[in-house]
């Protein structure tokens, strides 16, 4: 028993060694060429084919037959093709296509090259390699492998059993526009105003710096803003007050940002006249108190119609659906399988780890990383 596995180690070994120097023991055949195929020659000596035109792409063969029904037992055969081999690990064929039918159609089009198509063919089957070497010397077992397996589990079947059935192609138009008219505030947009201000304590004070900002530009604006606001909130970056809907909540906030009152004066103001004529009374917690104020900028309010948003809300009841799915689901789960959760109290005995020393040597430590068990799977399966 032990000579034979140590046998299947040695051979592992030395199927890795030539896997990743580009050999397979299968030969020609493992790739796709026949036993005396003459290789293929690189990419750059290779001629390259004209390129249909577009028109001649677009139109079909006159005389191009139907494509036929696939055989299921010829498909299952030929995804059964075993592209290489060594001892107990094999790579089919459809192995290769599932990987490939995986990725982005973007990604897939690298793959129309043959060079490409066997380089990645040959790195699936070092990976099996790795993966079967790594359980083999029982890295299956440790608790952070089965840690990652479970997370790719549960990946799978909330991707089976929720999201690819609750995604935005399965919200119908009806839906939508439902959603839309009951939710109306998540897709209009209210106007919004921004305003820089000064504060003062008198009004005489108040009407000298309204002189002088009617005089100046926003630089001076801002400058005495600086040098003589009382509002140390916003003196310091030239009084302003950011954006604010008409009620003087920020934007994309839910707290009142602005005093209402000069909210209100804000949406008086005009492009054409941003300064206000008068000083604006303002009762604060230190007391009566002035401000001037200038308008320095505008967002228009927008009412977008339900085809102009229809996306967007798909997007959005799909999440919401997604995420009634899941709940239900859980639900399902603990109802079907009698879940008992402890009191939180028991939470209490847990003992914590000490915060680690501060150290630059980790040769010692126990890997525990994903990448540090990828990387320690990988140095023992080479001899």
């Known amino acids: 028993m032990t000579r034979n596995s140590s046998l299947r180690r040695a051979l592992t070994a030395l199927g890795l060694?030539?896997?990743?120097?580009?050999?397979?023991?299968l030969g020609p055949a493992a790739y796709g060429q026949a036993p005396g195929a003459r290789r293929r020659p690189p990419a750059e000596a290779r001629p390259t084919p004209a390129r249909p035109t577009a028109a001649a792409a677009q139109t079909p063969a006159a005389d191009a037959p139907a494509a036929a029904p696939l055989d299921p037992v010829a498909e299952q055969a030929r995804r059964a093709q075993v592209f290489a081999r060594l001892g107990e690990v094999?790579?089919?064929?459809?192995e290769v296509e599932d990987d490939i039918h995986r990725r982005s159609p973007f990604a897939r089009r690298q793959f129309e090259d043959r060079e490409r198509l066997v380089a990645h063919a040959r790195e699936l089957f070092r990976a099996k390699l790795l993966a079967?070497?790594?359980?083999?010397?029982?890295?299956?077992?440790?608790?952070?492998?089965?840690?990652?397996?479970?997370?790719?589990?549960v990946a799978a079947v909330v991707r089976r059993q929720v999201d690819e059935q609750?995604?935005?192609?399965?919200?119908?138009?009806?839906?939508?526009?439902?959603?839309?008219?009951?939710?109306?505030?998540?897709?209009?947009?209210?106007?919004?105003r921004r305003v820089s201000h000064i504060l003062v304590e008198s009004r005489e004070r108040a009407a000298a710096l309204l002189e002088q900002v009617r005089a100046g530009d926003?630089?001076?604006?801002?400058?005495?803003?600086?040098?003589?606001?009382?509002?140390?909130?916003t003196n310091q970056?030239?009084?302003?007050?950011?954006?604010?809907?008409?009620?003087?909540?920020?934007?994309?906030?839910?707290?009142?940002?602005?005093?209402?009152?000069i909210a209100s004066l804000?949406?008086?103001l005009t492009r054409e006249e941003p300064i206000a004529r008068e000083p604006l009374e303002l009762t604060t917690s230190a007391g009566l108190r002035y401000s001037v104020v200038r308008l320095t900028g505008v967002r228009e309010g927008a009412h977008p119609s339900f085809e102009e948003v229809e996306s967007t809300v798909r997007r959005r009841l799909a999440v919401e659906q997604r995420d009634g799915a899941?709940?239900?689901?859980?639900?399902?789960?603990?109802?079907?399988?009698?879940?008992?959760?402890?009191?939180?109290?028991?939470?209490?005995?847990?003992?914590?780890?000490?915060?680690?020393?501060?150290?630059?040597?980790h040769r010692g430590a126990e890997p525990e990383s994903e990448e540090q068990i990828r990387a320690e799977g990988a140095t023992h399966a080479a001899p």
């Open 17 to 25: 060694l030539l896997s990743l120097g580009g050999v397979s023991l």
């Open 166 to 192: 609750h995604g935005p192609g399965q919200v119908t138009s009806e839906d939508a526009r439902a959603y839309f008219d009951t939710h109306q505030e998540l897709f209009v947009r209210a106007e919004q």
């Open 237 to 261: 970056r030239g009084g302003d007050l950011g954006y604010f809907a008409a009620d003087g909540r920020a934007a994309g906030g839910t707290d009142v940002a602005v005093n209402p009152h």
């Open 266 to 268: 804000a949406f008086t």
């Open 218 to 233: 926003l630089r001076v604006f801002r400058r005495l803003a600086q040098s003589d606001s009382l509002d140390t909130e």
């Open 90 to 94: 094999t790579l089919t064929l459809g």
């Open 132 to 153: 079967h070497a790594a359980e083999e010397r029982g890295y299956g077992d440790r608790p952070a492998v089965r840690t990652l397996v479970d997370r790719h589990l």
């Open 326 to 361: 899941y709940r239900a689901y859980i639900a399902q789960l603990r109802e079907q399988h009698h879940v008992v959760m402890q009191p939180l109290e028991v939470l209490r005995d847990i003992t914590l780890p000490p915060p680690p020393m501060p150290s630059h040597n």
